[in-house]
């Protein structure tokens, strides 16, 4: 159970294009879900918190109209890249839980290599 | 703030060597531990969680005690093996911040045969 799919698994894209990612609960409601960021060998930078029918809450110094995260349903949220450049690239994130004080559940990332 | 330490890696040992990684944390409410693993090129599991003092999460052979007095959640498995080989990370989550995850580092582990 809990299971957390993320899609794309990768994306390799020119500079100026936008990249969607999806992140989806498939055996769960998920109330809240956050996407990350990891940089190589580095540990996970929380990016935002989104909630099913609400603005996400975007953590300090990140763009908010450079990702776009909508949390559409109770299963399914989406980061979207806007006008990627090669400094987007990364390793992509997302998790998603039932509640507060539940464990967060991640999907296996999304590789973004911006040319 | 609310914070995780890990010990630093990599961590090398031989197949079938006890495992030891340490985790100490600081918090201003009354945490709940977890332990997650990333294996290379993946997303990160939950391999253990403890919710309250002296709890044991246990999983896959992998042990952790939430010990209050030493503000620890150390990692421990009697003999690892070669597929153990990832990174793992201590996290913490506490109610007054919404119970959002403060992450350690990472410990990266290799295990040679």
């Known amino acids: 159970g809990a299971v957390v799919s993320q899609h794309p698994s990768r994306v390799i894209c020119k500079s100026g294009t936008s990249v969607k990612i999806e992140c989806r609960s498939l055996?769960?409601?998920?109330?809240?879900m956050f996407w990350y960021r990891q940089f190589p060998k580095q540990s996970l930078m929380l990016m935002a918190t989104?909630?099913?029918?609400?603005?996400?809450?975007?953590e300090q110094g990140v763009e908010k109209d450079k990702f776009l995260i909508n949390h559409a349903s109770l299963t399914l949220s989406t980061l979207t890249v806007t006008s990627a450049h090669p400094e987007d690239s990364s390793f992509y994130i997302c998790?998603?839980?039932?509640?507060?004080?539940?464990?967060?559940?991640f999907g296996d990332g999304t590789r973004l290599s911006i040319l | 703030g609310d914070s995780v330490t890990q010990m630093e890696g990599p961590v090398t040992l031989s197949e079938e060597a006890f495992l030891t990684i340490n985790c100490t944390y600081t918090?201003?409410?009354?945490?709940?531990l977890f332990w997650y693993v990333q294996y290379p090129g993946e997303g990160l599991q939950l391999l253990l969680k403890?919710?309250?003092a002296d709890d044991k999460g246990s999983n896959k052979g992998f042990e952790a005690t939430y010990r209050k007095e030493t503000t620890s959640f150390h990692l421990e498995k009697g003999s690892v093996q070669v597929s153990d080989s990832a990174v793992y990370f201590c996290?913490?989550?506490?109610?007054?911040?919404?119970?959002?995850?403060?992450w350690g580092a990472g410990t990266k582990l290799i295990i040679k045969p």
């Open positions: 998790s998603a839980r039932v509640g507060s004080g539940q464990p967060q559940h």
């Open positions: 055996d769960f409601q998920a109330t809240t």
């Open positions: 989104s909630n099913e029918g609400s603005k996400a809450t975007y």
């Open positions: 918090a201003t409410g009354y945490p709940s």
């Open positions: 403890a919710t309250k």
């Open positions: 996290a913490l989550s506490v109610q007054d911040s919404n119970y959002q995850l403060i």
